[in-house]
């Protein structure tokens, strides 16, 4: 690349910082997407915890909600880091940024543990895919699940080994997951597939801590999603054809959305 | 592939295809005109034209000609600032033969005339590529500092614009010429290592002046994408 270690590092925590400036934008009662199809669950979550409505316990709120806003930031048209692309963007920095800020993780450990997920995010894309028109939906929120688990992991001091194991936990999980938005758009069912993926790689992290190995190594695993990506028909590769996307209450939000678009309309 | 890539690019939601690429797509638009443009015609194809609303692609492509990069905020809101900027659009649904999905084609004109006409493909990630130029099939990328030379196809033309960059000592990366027919109208990409001066352009345009090989006189520059080393 032609670049110094400290300008890569200071690229790195630039993208850490719009991460860190994603997650505000969305927490407002009253953000909605251009569709009209989303906005405003961020805030009502982080309401819900305010008022002591917690099932899952602070760390895994505080994972959720950022999860959430930076997602619906993102279909506001926010500003935010792909990561690995727009649709999974919320699941990796609401892993890292919560565990860095409750755990008081030194800020360049956290932009260390970027590169980590990095690259792993550079295997899989490699060997496998990380765009849901080409491998489904476990290859966007699934290796962004895989990349936060192992970037986790390695952040909070486990071994190189244990972060693998987690990234092959998080993708075995999510394998076959398709790729279904409602009239084509990064909304419905992206955004809690954001939150899901953060969970995903939550449990793979702590599994992985505590010792638990996949039998199933890494590699071959990335490998798997690619052969499980192949069969996915076209209708459930981010066609907005199959899936979700195909039930009637889909079909109508997006006749719904069309019918506003040809009114609008500045011709 | 580098690790930007993939914690990357810091871009302005929701689609890093549909809006990310399209912003860029009407960026490279804009420096193709290399002026202000007051008027432009965008055609969607595919995907865009079905999901443009929602994915802001109109936005992003209208912020692209206005200047904007995919990261820019102003690109939620340019469709108003365009109307304050003189910039007057249309925007129209288009079935393009053999096309990718999410393909634009745009016409945009400067305040004495001037016309391009780009055809340009998001194809994921927010990566492009550029297919289309004035009716010049061609294949470029912008991810490195592209010089765009529409001209006459004519022996010495090739060997001048490399000589001269060569004598500033710009590295060409890779080049490409493609022409219409012999001795028609061509055109001329060349990806360089360097940023290429305001000089150097000069140095160039001066050489058409003299030899009157260009089609138009103008030299078209395209500077790499920023939005990474922001």
């Given at each position: 690349?032609?670049?110094?270690?400290?300008?890569?590092?200071?690229?790195?925590?630039?993208?850490?910082?719009?991460?860190?400036?994603?997650?505000?934008?969305?927490?407002?009662?009253?953000?909605?997407?251009?569709?009209?199809?989303?906005?405003?669950?961020?805030?009502?979550?982080?309401?819900?915890?305010?008022?002591?409505r917690s099932l899952v316990g602070a760390l895994m709120d505080k994972v959720l909600v950022k999860a959430l806003a930076i997602a619906e930031s993102n279909a506001c048209m926010g500003r935010i880091v792909a990561a690995p692309t727009a649709g999974s963007c919320g699941i990796l920095p609401a892993v890292l940024l919560t565990f860095q800020q409750e755990k008081n993780i030194p800020r360049t450990k956290m932009v260390m543990s970027l590169f980590t997920a990095a690259a792993i995010g550079m295997v899989i894309a490699k060997r496998a895919s990380i765009s849901g028109a080409e491998g489904g939906c476990q290859a966007e929120c699934g290796s962004a699940a895989g990349m936060a688990a192992a970037a986790l992991v390695e952040m909070m001091g486990g071994s190189p080994?244990?972060?693998?194991?987690?990234?092959?936990?998080?993708?075995?999980?999510?394998?076959?997951?398709?790729?279904?938005?409602?009239?084509?758009?990064?909304?419905?069912?992206?955004?809690?597939?954001?939150?899901?993926?953060?969970?995903?790689?939550?449990?793979?992290?702590?599994?992985?801590?505590?010792?638990?190995?996949?039998?199933?190594?890494?590699?071959?695993?990335?490998?798997?999603?690619?052969?499980v990506g192949d069969l996915l028909v076209p209708s459930l590769r981010e066609t907005g054809e199959g899936g979700l996307a195909a039930t009637p209450t889909a079909r109508k939000l997006a006749q719904e959305i069309f019918r506003n678009d040809s009114k609008n309309k500045q011709l | 592939m580098d690790v930007f890539d993939i914690i990357g690019p810091i871009m302005v939601g929701p689609s890093s295809s549909h809006t990310a690429g399209a912003a860029r797509i009407g960026k490279v638009a804009r420096n193709l005109l290399g002026q202000e443009p007051v008027e432009a015609i965008i055609e969607l194809h595919g995907s865009f034209a079905q999901t443009y609303k929602g994915h802001g692609t109109d936005r992003a492509i209208i912020g692209g000609l206005l200047g904007f990069e995919p990261d820019d905020l102003r690109i939620r809101d340019s469709l108003a600032m365009a109307a304050q900027?003189?910039?007057?659009?249309?925007?129209?649904?288009?079935?393009?033969?053999?096309?990718?999905?999410?393909?634009?084609?745009?016409?945009?004109?400067?305040?004495?005339?001037?016309?391009?006409?780009?055809?340009?493909?998001?194809?994921?990630?927010?990566?492009?590529?550029?297919?289309?130029?004035?009716?010049?099939?061609?294949?470029?990328?912008?991810?490195?500092?592209?010089?765009?030379?529409?001209?006459?196809?004519?022996?010495?033309?090739?060997?001048?614009?490399?000589?001269?960059?060569?004598?500033?000592?710009?590295?060409?990366?890779?080049?490409?010429?493609?022409?219409?027919?012999?001795?028609?109208?061509?055109?001329?990409?060349?990806?360089?290592?360097?940023?290429?001066?305001?000089?150097?352009?000069?140095?160039?345009?001066?050489?058409?002046?003299?030899?009157?090989?260009?089609?138009?006189?103008?030299?078209?520059?395209?500077?790499?994408?920023k939005t990474m080393q922001r």
């Open positions: 690349m032609g670049k110094s270690p400290d300008d890569i590092y200071k690229q790195m925590e630039n993208n850490a910082k719009v991460m860190e400036e994603s997650i505000a934008g969305a927490l407002q009662p009253n953000i909605k997407s251009a569709s009209g199809l989303s906005g405003g669950d961020a805030y009502k979550l982080y309401k819900a915890i305010e008022q002591g080994r244990m972060a693998s194991h987690a990234c092959a936990i998080a993708l075995k999980s999510v394998l076959g997951l398709v790729c279904d938005p409602v009239a084509g758009l990064v909304e419905i069912p992206c955004i809690k597939r954001n939150a899901m993926g953060a969970s995903n790689a939550l449990v793979a992290a702590q599994l992985a801590m505590a010792g638990i190995e996949s039998l199933i190594p890494v590699d071959e695993v990335i490998d798997a999603m690619k052969e | 900027k003189g910039l007057s659009y249309t925007i129209r649904k288009v079935n393009l033969k053999d096309a990718h999905p999410n393909t634009a084609r745009i016409t945009v004109s400067d305040y004495s005339g001037n016309t391009v006409v780009v055809t340009a493909s998001s194809v994921g990630g927010g990566n492009i590529v550029v297919k289309d130029i004035n009716g010049l099939e061609v294949d470029f990328t912008g991810r490195s500092h592209t010089i765009v030379i529409p001209h006459r196809d004519a022996p010495g033309v090739v060997a001048a614009v490399t000589g001269l960059l060569s004598s500033n000592h710009i590295n060409i990366g890779e080049m490409k010429v493609y022409r219409k027919r012999r001795g028609g109208d061509a055109i001329m990409i060349i990806e360089v290592d360097q940023a290429v001066s305001q000089d150097i352009a000069y140095q160039i345009l001066c050489w058409e002046t003299r030899h009157k090989r260009w089609v138009k006189a103008q030299m078209i520059y395209i500077s790499r994408w």
